[in-house]
Each structure stands twice: as C-alpha cells, then as structure tokens.
C-alpha cells in the first residue's frame, strides 16, 4: 500500500483539507489473509473509510463499489455519520481521496449537502460537466505531483470573488464546537453564528450535510483519532482513558460507544493499528 499525503494550495486550505493519493498493488488472488480478516468480504478487497464531512473520490482504470454503487470515475461522497465500505472488485485500487473541510463542498461546488447526505453520487450520474472535466484530469494524469496543480487550478477557479458569510459564520462554530470539546447545543451554536435557530439548522444542513448534534459527535471523534495517530507517530503510549477526557468523553464507556457506532471498532482496536496510513485515519488499514 502506498499512500501520499498533498497539500492543496494555501488559498483553498479554508475549504480542502488534503488530496491522499492512494496505490494498493496486488490482488487477492495472490493474497492468503486470514478468513476472519475484515479487509476482505467475499474474496474482494475492501477499504473502510471513515465518516466525514463530505469527499470525493477519485479512480483509475479500477471499478469499486460503494454503498452499493457501482463506479470507476470520480464519485461524490456526502457527509456520513459511520464506515463506509469501498470495495475494490479487482482486489487493487490507484486513486485519490479528497478530503474537505466541513461545508467546503458546498462553498466551492454548491452542492446542497443535506441532499448528498449518506448517499454515492457518480460524476456520470450527476451531468455536470465540471465534474466530468475534473475525471478526465484525474485518469489522463498519471503522477500525484502533476495532478495536485491540476486540482487547485479548477478549484481556486470555483472560489467565490468573497467568502460566503454562511460560511464564515459556520468556520467559527467549528471552532468554537472544537473549543468547547463537543460540550455545545444547537442553540448556542446558533448564537456564535449570530442566526436564529431555525436558520441556523436549515444553514447547517445545507452545508455540512448532518444535524448539528450529530456534527459535534463526528467532530469529537475525529479529533480523538487524530490524537491517537499523533501519538502513534510519535512513538508515545497511548493512554486511552486520558483522550477520552482530553476530547471531552465523560469516560471511557461513553467513547467506546461512540467509537463503536461511528468508527465500527473499539478504541483499543485503533491502538493496536499503530500508526495510520493517512494522515486523519480516513483509510485505517490497508
């Protein structure tokens, strides 16, 4: 498995978190995993990715499915709350997963992401030409290094002349939900936004995809995972109690179920991974 994490340019940072290019050779005629070994479902090879605030994926002269959408071009993920389950047919995948920020797919693309959320939209399936451009890059364009100027010159030309004020106001709720450690009701996130509350969840829907309640549970979690990782990486034990209160669990009961219901693994099962192939845990194991 190779993986490589690259930076978008600085101006799209507010709203692309990463491009991860991604290259798993072999197949799994070749392969001998474990019967119980959860990487692979009927013989094929499956790439679990975590939730997130909305992605795209992107493939080359390999066909997957997802969610039980069968693709072999970019493909359109909207903000999931659990696992998704990518499943290679052929045993071995060359892509690239683009990773935004939440609300960036609806400030750079304006896709309302509440009707994205939980579903798998093809670039074909949608019709937009901007999208079907961005495939063709995408297969023509055989080196990551050649790719990333190729994706920043068409998204830096989908940014708005000036920042959309919904979402100026949702940056700041994010950090004020990441400040307060997840511990933020609805109303309150409305007030920082400075919107009725009302407005404010049918403003959030929109652009993140999930209800507000469900965002801060996605946040948490994901800032424990990137907590585990840096410690991994750095070489240091990972004490699982000290994240759990560190992210604002109220103990490690309370973050193994999330953990459960949003990541399908334990806690503990994260530790034993080690260090991370990406650099947020979006894909965990390979």
Excluded at 31 to 41: E, Q
Excluded at 161 to 171: G, I, K, N, P, S
């Amino acid at each position: 498995m190779y993986f490589q994490i690259l930076q978008p340019a600085e101006v799209l940072s507010p709203y692309i978190t990463r491009y991860v290019f991604v290259r798993a050779e072999g197949s799994t005629d070749t392969m001998t995993p474990p019967p119980d070994d959860p990487r692979f479902v009927n013989g094929k090879h499956v790439q679990p990715l975590l939730p997130n605030y909305g992605s795209i994926i992107f493939m080359r002269n390999v066909e997957v499915e997802i969610s039980n959408t069968r693709t072999d071009g970019l493909t359109l993920l909207g903000a999931n709350q659990t696992t998704i389950g990518l499943t290679t047919l052929s045993g071995w995948f060359e892509g690239m997963l683009l990773d935004f920020e939440p609300g960036g797919m609806h400030a750079l693309l304006g896709i309302d992401l509440q009707q994205l959320s939980g579903k798998v939209l093809t670039a074909k399936d949608s019709g937009d030409e901007g999208l079907l451009q961005l495939d063709r890059i995408f297969k023509s364009t055989p080196q990551a290094e050649q790719i990333t100027p190729l994706l920043d010159a068409f998204f830096i030309g989908h940014l708005p002349h000036q920042m959309d004020v919904h979402y100026a106001r949702l940056r700041k709720v994010v950090a004020d939900c990441d400040t307060a450690k997840g511990n933020i009701s609805a109303a309150e996130m409305a007030s920082v936004a400075c919107l009725g509350e009302r407005q404010f969840l049918r403003v959030f829907r929109n652009y993140v995809g999930i209800p507000p309640k469900q965002f801060v549970r996605l946040r948490r979690f994901h800032r424990a995972i990137q907590t585990m990782q840096r410690l991994a990486a750095n070489g240091k034990a990972i004490d699982l109690m000290s994240v759990a209160l560190e992210h604002g669990y109220y103990d490690m009961s309370h973050m193994a179920l999330e953990f459960q219901q949003m990541g399908c693994v334990s806690p503990s099962h994260f530790r034993m991974l080690g260090i991370p192939l990406s650099a947020d845990f979006s894909v965990f194991f390979a």
